[in-house]
């Protein structure tokens, strides 16, 4: 008896020893997945890929209750900032006190070819001689405090243009 209540002694000492992860105050973000990486051209918001991250942040301050924009997104192509999903939902302070982790996944909807300037052709319209454009995203994240991310480029989408 006495066997089983040290091992289940040094059990719980040992549980009770880890410590909390220990974050910087800076929210910290990586890349994990896209559910899929092609979209049709258009402005209709009906085709979407689902892009997921993944976050840390040490003071657990993640989140808006304002309207500012606490995920940004920047279409590489010409540097415009995508704002389909730019607020993440408050992530309440309660046991946020050692830092927080989790995955955000957000929207990324459907969206005009950018054609050569030798196309001389208007937004949106189909193209034989450029049939798929390529989509690259730079996404970091904001806390209240207006802490800033460090800063990642999705995987590419392909953008079908015809």
């Not at 896209?34 to 689902?50: E, I, R, Y």
């Not at 405090?145 to 999705?154: C, D, P």
Request: proline share 7%; glycine share 6%.
């Amino acid at each position: 008896m006495a066997k089983y209540l040290t091992i289940i002694f040094l059990s719980v000492f040992a549980i009770a020893c880890v410590k909390p992860p220990d974050y910087p105050i800076e929210p910290l973000i990586d890349f994990l997945r896209l559910d899929k990486n092609t979209l049709s051209q258009g402005l209709d918001d009906q085709d979407f890929v689902l892009a997921t991250i993944s976050f840390t942040d040490g003071d657990g301050d993640i989140g808006s209750s304002n309207d500012s924009i606490s995920i940004v997104i920047t279409d590489l192509r010409d540097n415009s900032i995508n704002t389909s999903a730019t607020e993440l939902p408050e992530v309440p302070s309660q046991g946020a006190g050692n830092g927080i982790s989790g995955e955000i996944t957000f929207r990324l909807f459907q969206t005009c070819c950018i054609w050569p300037p030798q196309f001389q052709q208007a937004p949106c319209t189909p193209s034989s001689n450029y049939p798929v454009d390529t989509l690259r995203y730079e996404v970091f994240i904001r806390d209240k405090a207006g802490n800033e991310s460090n800063r990642i480029v999705l995987d590419p989408i392909y953008l079908f243009c015809d």
